[in-house]
Nanobody, 113 residues
Framework: VQLVESGGGMVQPGGSLRLSCAAS????????MSWVRQAPGKGPEWVST????????YYADSVKGRFTISRDNTKNTLYLQMNSLKPEDTALYYC???????RGQGTQVTVSS
């Protein structure tokens, strides 16, 4: 059972990144999935959740209108499209399966000029 994130990096303010999370070892399509981030010196912050079939998604106010969560159940992959990035979006981003508290190792996103 594993979640592996990728796609992080350094980007200038206003830029975009697309994060991916590859799931294995469980029936991905049966679980709601989330993205969570943790900035240096701060606690975890929930970012977004998507329902099993992808029809419903929810966002933290801090990212609403800028981030889009999606999933491809045929590829067992979760995505997070991040646009209009701000320095305060700098954090370690990890995907999370709320049921059973499964999470990946995270991918670092740094927004800086």
């Amino acid at each position: 059972v594993q979640l592996v994130e990728s796609g992080g990096g350094m980007v200038q303010p206003g830029g975009s990144l697309r994060l991916s999370c590859a799931a294995s070892g469980f029936t991905f399509s049966s679980y709601d999935m989330s993205w969570v981030r943790q900035a240096p010196g701060k606690g975890p912050e929930w970012v977004s959740t998507i329902a099993t079939g992808g029809a419903y998604s929810y966002y933290a106010d801090s990212v609403k209108g800028r981030f889009t969560i999606s999933r491809d159940n045929t590829k067992n992959t979760l995505y997070l499209q991040m646009n209009s990035l701000k320095p305060e979006d700098t954090a370690l981003y990890y995907c999370n399966r709320p049921t059973g508290s499964l999470r990946g190792q995270g991918t670092q996103v740094t927004v800086s000029s």
